[in-house]
């Protein structure tokens, strides 16, 4: 398994990667069968430091856990707590997940930009507004194919918000997100006939 641990704008010392190499190796041999990278981000918000923690599954499942705490060491335990509930959660899942799906998951491309927010005083001053938005930055995004119960799963096991993904059943686009209320929701615009 690889392991890339970081800091933004943090030094990270040798101590604290083999202490997080040990951690993480622990929850992924006791959970998931077979990772295949970690990513540890230790970051600095306001008083606090934060860590977070993104696991990559060869079965194309991500699991993602964010800590905060006034210790680096503490936010690294409160971030490996959550993934370890998080996997200990959908061990059973994941398990089962794994038996039933012939292949890995499969990813297609996807174009996502980021847009300049409109100014409301330059749009008063002109007459003609220009109604194309200004794009920032542009990235390739990876889709997953993944069956609805799949993307729910993969949904809770990570602190986005929404997920966008290709429903193995009719090979639409769909999307599942987290409501305010708790509730997961599914958007289906179904197949154009």
């Known amino acids: 398994m690889r392991y890339q641990i970081s800091g933004k704008q943090i030094e990270i010392?040798?101590?604290?990667?083999?202490?997080?190499?040990?951690?993480?190796?622990?929850?992924?041999?006791?959970?998931a069968q077979r990772p295949t990278d970690a990513t540890i981000v230790f970051s600095r918000a306001a008083h606090e430091l934060a860590c977070e923690a993104v696991i990559h599954l060869s079965t194309g499942m991500t699991a993602q856990a964010r800590g905060h705490a006034t210790e680096i060491y503490a936010a690294f335990e409160s971030a490996r707590e959550k993934l370890d509930k998080q996997l200990r959660r959908y061990k059973r899942r994941l398990r089962s997940y794994h038996q039933n799906r012939k292949g890995p998951v499969v990813f297609g491309g996807g174009a996502s930009y980021i847009l300049a927010p409109a100014d409301e005083t330059?749009?008063?001053?002109?007459?003609?507004?220009?109604?194309?938005?200004?794009?920032?930055?542009?990235?390739?995004?990876?889709?997953?194919?993944?069956?609805?119960?799949?993307?729910?799963?993969?949904?809770?096991?990570?602190?986005?918000?929404?997920?966008?993904?290709?429903?193995?059943?009719?090979?639409?686009?769909n999307v599942v997100y987290r409501r305010n209320d708790g509730n997961i929701g599914w958007i289906d615009p179904g197949q154009d006939k």
């Open 13 to 31: 010392g040798e101590a604290l990667q083999t202490h997080v190499k040990a951690e993480i190796g622990e929850i992924v041999d006791k959970y």
């Open 122 to 173: 330059e749009a008063e001053e002109d007459e003609a507004p220009s109604l194309q938005p200004v794009v920032v930055a542009e990235m390739e995004a990876k889709i997953p194919a993944l069956t609805v119960g799949e993307a729910v799963m993969q949904l809770e096991l990570t602190t986005h918000n929404f997920l966008v993904f290709r429903n193995e059943g009719h090979g639409g686009v």
